[in-house]
């Protein structure tokens, strides 16, 4: 695909989607299928297809989620493994996105900056950065789905000491292709998901690592295989298989999460059950494996196989709960005034949320910043006409909430279609109550609170983290409920 800049001012397309990772080509096949008339184009940043999955290269990375819900309904993944690595899930994007012929609308190299709807014209000004300079789009509907995490640059606090540290400092989301580990000793601070993904990583490298964490996480342990849908595929043709499949993960995660909302002590009981059980020690899950907050308070870690629980076992990793009084030259010194010798040190620390990839947003000239904004079904913003973005879910996998929102701006084209109108713009009702977007106290979203948009109070103004009730509500719903039309 060729990205060189086209005519800086002229080009207008139907759709504009922006990001080319797992949400934008799944974008990409739900317009080409239900909204076969419209034309449109996918810019991506980056020179590659994957998004996430093409940027993080640490060792161990993969998904956090089942790939039967992480992958495309209208592609069911069919690998063994349940969990996959981060490599097989970016050779099934970009296949997918080839097969579907989604790869020819792909504009590399194009970084969306801002864009400006005019209420006349009714349509969206995009300014795009290329390597051949800036240029303008126009479109009559902007979807963006780029997610909400920084491409270029991580959480990176600065450590007391920092510079004294004689070995090296390297961060996941950068990790350096020349670091060889084997037979070194590293130090990962960190407890979230990708702590507990490069810990036994690292081990199997032949590393000796310790997981330095200040507070501690609820971890559980799911098979990388999954045998009942190993036994579904053998008696279901593909697509029947990875409906059924999908559902039943669907079902079962929902089930825990609201068995977390409602019955806390019951899902602390059964997750400390599950890590006594893969540790081999209730002394150990008492000092770094039980967290004083509930269970889905903030986001649940999984370690496939138990990988995690199986490295501590071994010796080849080693957990410390406590907090950072300074780097030295040989390590960090912790504030009990232990010290952990480290020829590595990796700062698993978090991520930064960039909600709407950081476009400059304004309607008639009027600058709209994303943290004034109510998000309408999760996915639209109040007072914003012809924008939608795509966010998934952060109690299940996010390709489940990212098709349905897809299929939702399908619908939504279509009716304008149908109707005559050029514009559709939520409107959020007087006197609502205003409340978080994200339902988690993790860090990376505390961080970003004075950003992220708000929801409200009610459907269609409160984002559910419950697939089924969405899909009878995206699928089926209203979508004039809400909404104001234009012609």
Known sequence: MSDEASDPVTEHLDVLVVGAGLSGVGAGYRLQTMCPTKTYAILESRSAIGGTWDLFRYPGVRSDSDMQTLGYPFEPWVEAEAIADGGQILDYVRRTAAKYGIDKRIRFRHRVVAADWSSEDARWTVTV???GGEQRLTCGFLYLCSGYYDYEQGHAPVFPGQDDFAGRIVHPQFWPEDLDVSGKKVVVIGSGATA??????????GADVTMLQRSQTWITSLPRRDRVADALRK??????????IRYKNVLTTGAFYQLSRRRPRVARALLTKGAVRGLGSSE???????????PWDQRLCLVPDGDLFEAVRAGTAHVVTDTIDTFTASG???TSGRELDADVIVSATGLRMKIAGGIDISVDGERRPTHDLVVYRGMMFGGVPNLAICVGYVNASWTLRADLASRYVCRLLTHLDAHGWRSAMPVPPGGMDRRPLLPLSSGYVARAADQLPVQGDGAPWLMRQNYLLDRRDMLRGDVTEGMAFAR
């Open 235 to 244: 008696v279901l043709p593909g697509q029947a298989a990875g409906d059924v």
């Open 332 to 334: 960090i010194r912790l």
């Open 129 to 131: 950065e290329t390597g």
């Open 284 to 294: 150990l899950v008492r000092e770094h494996f039980t967290p004083s907050y509930d």
């Open 196 to 205: 507990v993904t490069l810990v036994p990583s690292l081990a199997e490298l």
